[in-house]
């Protein structure tokens, strides 16, 4: 069908989350042609999303903060529903294995985590060089929640091309339900191609894009759960049904403990996302040591070491707070 965008506006108040004004941002909001447009004249992006999400002013964005190079950074205090840092969050960039919390909040959505996966050629046969692979053979059958849980702690991207062929057919139709998806939720900054976020030009999101559905995952039990793990042991059966057991590693630095975030934050978990075209990414639930909950994400560091200085920078003043 047809459609215009009808412009979103949002507040140039420089803290919190901001109140009803008038002023453009990137994000758009795609109409029948048959909508009367002026009766959006006095709508604003709070009418759009969920009162949960903090709408951050363009205006209130750092331009250039030294101790956070990379291409694009957010905070959000969701306990006060806040945000305390952003940079570039608007921006279009590649999100690497990011993309997996959009492919995780399709499968909690509609799928049944009971349900055996069997995996396909297809998905024990990704040939792209660089690839992080579970190690999945065709046939081998796993439980969807267990299946799950190894595709966020590991980021297998045979895992992924798995879970989306069990719940929509085909890599094709799960791509279009992510992207469904995220314009439901108000994050129409995106569009996906593919469950694991290995390089696609085609494939792109925002800093803040990835906060809103890291935000609506926290209303998932089985999500916050997944994140906790440092490792999980994967069992499953072979095409012969003969029982497999593989220990996966978490690849997020605090959940192992190569990597200490400040003084007083915990880090509850996250994912992180690394390819050559959009460099090193982590998103991060925390809590503060007075227990307040935060989402901070960083997009685009130059390289891992850079990425958790960075992170750690974030996590920093969450606890100055």
């Known amino acids: 069908m047809a459609v215009i965008a009808v412009a979103i506006f949002i507040s140039l108040s420089v803290t919190g989350c901001g109140e009803k004004s008038d002023i453009f941002t990137e994000y758009d909001i795609d109409v029948p042609l048959s909508t009367n447009v002026s009766a959006y004249s006095g709508m604003y992006s709070q009418d759009y999303m969920s009162d949960k999400i903090c709408v951050v002013p363009v205006a209130s964005q750092v331009e250039n903060d030294t101790n956070v190079p990379a291409d694009a950074a957010l905070l959000i205090d969701v306990t006060a529903n806040e945000q305390i840092f952003s940079k570039n969050i608007y921006k279009k960039l590649y999100p690497a294995s990011i993309t997996k919390i959009v492919t995780t909040l399709v ?6 985590l009971d349900d055996i996966v069997t995996v396909s050629y297809d998905a024990s046969h990704i040939t792209e060089s660089g690839a992080k692979l579970c190690g ?8 969807l ?3 799950l849980t190894a595709f966020m702690v590991y980021s297998g991207n045979d895992a992924g091309i798995a879970i989306a062929e ?4 085909s890599v094709k139709a799960f791509a279009k339900l992510m992207n469904e998806e995220m314009a439901a939720l108000g994050a129409v900054g995106s569009h996906f191609v593919n469950p694991h976020g290995l390089h696609d030009a085609k494939h792109y999101t925002t800093a803040y894009d990835l906060y809103i559905v890291f935000n609506e995952l926290l209303s998932y039990d089985t999500f916050i759960n997944i994140i906790k793990h440092g490792s999980f042991k994967l069992k499953y059966k072979d095409s012969s049904g003969v029982k497999k057991t593989v220990d996966f590693e978490s690849t997020v630095k605090y959940k192992i403990n190569t990597e200490t975030p400040p003084k007083g934050v915990k880090v509850i978990g996250g994912k992180t ?3 050559f075209m959009a460099g090193s ?3 991060l639930y925390s809590n503060n040591s007075e227990g307040k909950e935060y989402i ?3 997009m685009h560091a130059s390289d891992a070491y850079s990425l958790y200085d960075q992170m750690n920078y974030l996590l920093a003043k969450e606890e100055a707070q």
């Open 107 to 112: 499968a909690l959505k509609y799928g049944n």
């Open 136 to 143: 999945f053979n065709e046939g081998d059958k796993i439980r």
């Open 145 to 147: 929640k267990s299946l």
């Open 166 to 169: 069990h719940i929509a057919g």
């Open 273 to 275: 996302g690394t390819t």
């Open 281 to 283: 990414n982590l998103i």
């Open 296 to 298: 901070s994400v960083v």
